[in-house]
């Protein structure tokens, strides 16, 4: 096992006599002394989609409905719902795209009927493409079908839906509210984490005791990680992560465009180019809104948000029309985008057809950006401990895969979970939780694998490596059942 | 022999013993004992040496438990194969209890662990919503001092009645006589091959169990396979199991079990009153259900009382 590190925030009491208690005894005087933990089976910080997944999935389920859980969060989770007369003119920047595998499991839970489902976009083609060499991808579930079959009605016409992270939080916590029992502590922060005493009739040593800023102390049977990149939870259980700055920063932003797309409102499309500073990225919302994903160098990124709505407008449909060296040229300019790349576009040759139709507003004050790394922790178990999310891992968003892998990693949890109450282990116990270890780990470092090796194969703008990855993308492109192959996994299917 | 082939069931730890050191050197196999296809006679006569008053575990089998107890609990350590075994044990329980033609149990129900060792089985058990109460046994002072000390760790097991250790072999335990101080469930996992005298020792515990309970128990089966598998590749070439825990001349086939409950009156008769599971350990893999399992290798056996 590794080693415990204590975490400390601000150590409000040093020595929690987090021992002297029984089950019994805190029955008797919950709410009488801070000096007795309450015990929990399940304590699980951070109510971000992982960790609310997790809850609903546990309190969905009648086998594990029994136990008692406890959410913890820093912030205010009334933040994490959406307004009930949120405009459909408006978007948050922060938006995923759900994979269908996602979307079951959030169904399955009882939590999609709860999202608000016009602000929902489901789409049905994915048009990508190399900046440097314009080969060119397109996915929809109708060419990737093996050759000479006939398309099946049954066969899905979704590739993945853009939703709103706010969205998903929205639908978890009415879900859960919905189900009830979870002791819920918002905008309450975790001000330390130790393991528990070796009393003399009860010996928590291998418990973790939280103390939280409200003065109360909760014992976890198990304590889950669902607390982000900087998980505290990971520290304590004196688990690494490891990984990489990838020296780029993600640049998003809502839009409108000028019309609902090229394929209309029932079939949407994503776009995305590769350009080697990274992929840019436009995905549909409904109506005539989108979101931006542009991934890119820090300079260059403080360079777009810089810039006047005009002139951000002009850049953003640049990326996806001009070339990588007039780009270049436009990002060294301090002002006059538009202007600019208004001459330049009338000497370039572009297919309209290909590209997402031209932006014609950015939503006040959503250009945002952050910084892209990759991390991976050693493990997501320790002895009274899982990483779930971010916590566990990060990846580049290129590929859309983030906030799907929290999802995998909430349903594959609840499931070993699930298994352990059934025979009686203590759902705590390493022995216990391998099985969620051996589900994830090498499923979500496969994926961690296949995106790095993308963003650095779209790193390079000259030479024969160009060639081949075009190459490669359009001998993809003309074989069907490969493409299919390829949309299974990013569906999230086997 | 290829160790993909012969490690497919092993025999794993309860009653460990110690016995004469073998060599484990690949040389010395052909001079162990071969096994033999004469059946045990374990229900007709009694071994000479048997003294059921004083206890059912063979005096020569000497606790070696002392060294084992600091890692019985430890997921990494040599009680590993134990413990991954045990979920298969419910899973097994499960369906004896909903086998057809039963008198409908009591909602929470009562057991009855024999040679608990650590507790392991004894600890999930008494985790399960499902049960009243778990009282665990174990003759050896050592190791049930593991399982209390383990015990400590869960406030959900110090609960009041929940789960009894008692330093008892079953003979010390005193008949019951009434259907409220019987059990729903008997367990006897690992147990029975080694104890010199399976017929006395099962007649024994019979009595603990409640009319429309069962008895339930693993053991592994006295054969070619077994030997080989168990004594040759666990012990001494895998190591995957500590030296001396087995002796294959006290396994005891399921035929042997089928008949000897067949002969005692008021046992298995009604409806689906006897079961089998035949397990394999597949390294990677866990252990996996085998049909047919129990004629060579790991198996769990459950019989339950006439109501």
Known sequence: MPPRLPVIAHWACPSTPATRVSIFSFRRCASSSATSPEIYDVVCVGGGPAGLSLLTGLRNSPITSGLKVALIDGQDLQKSRLPKDASLGSFSNRCSSLTPASVRNLQEIGAWKHANASRIQPYQEMQVWDGVSDARISFDWDTARPLLTPRKPSQPTTIAYMIENVNTTSALLGRLEELGGVATFSSTKVESIELGKDAEDLDLSSWPILTLSNGKTLAARLLVGADGANSPVRSFAGIESRGWDYGRHGVVASLKLEGPGRGGAEHKIAYQRFLPTGPIAMLPLPGNMSTLVWSTTPERAAKLKSLSPNDFIAMVNAGFRLSTADLEYLHSIPSGQAEEIAWRGKHTPINEAQ?????????????????????????????????????????????????????????????????????????????????????????????????????RLYAVESGPIVGLRSLGLRAVDAMGPLKGFFMNRAAGGA | MAPSRAHNCVRILRYATTRPLRSPSIASIPRRTAPQAAARGFSAQQPKQHEPAKSSVDPTEVSHFNNLASSWWDPQGPSRLLHLMNPLRHTFISRCLSAPAGTPLPSKLRYLDIGCGGGIFAESAARLPKTASVTAIDPTPEVLKVAELHQRRDPLLKQPGRLTYLNKSIEQLPIPTSAEEQYDIVSLFEVLEHVNAPGPFLTQILPHVKPGGWLVLSTIARTWTSWAVTNVMAEDVLRMVPKGTHDWNKYVNEAELRDWFRKQAGWGGVGDGMKTLGVMYVPGFGWKEVPGGEGWGNYFFAVRRDA
């Open chain 1, 355 to 455: 590209i997402p139709t031209n932006v014609v507003e950015v939503q006040a004050g959503t250009v945002a950006n952050f910084p892209l790394k990759m991390r991976h922790a050693d493990t997501y178990t320790g002895e009274r401990v899982a990483l779930v999310g971010d916590a566990a891992h990060t990846i580049h968003p290129l590929a859309g895969q983030g906030l799907n892998q929290g999802q995998g990693d909430a349903a594959a949890l609840v499931k070993t979970i699930e298994h352990a109450v059934t025979t009686g282990q203590d759902i705590g116990s390493l022995l216990a939780l391998e099985q969620y270890n051996s589900d994830r780990y090498a499923e979500n470092n496969a994926m961690l694998g296949v995106v790095d090796k993308l963003h």
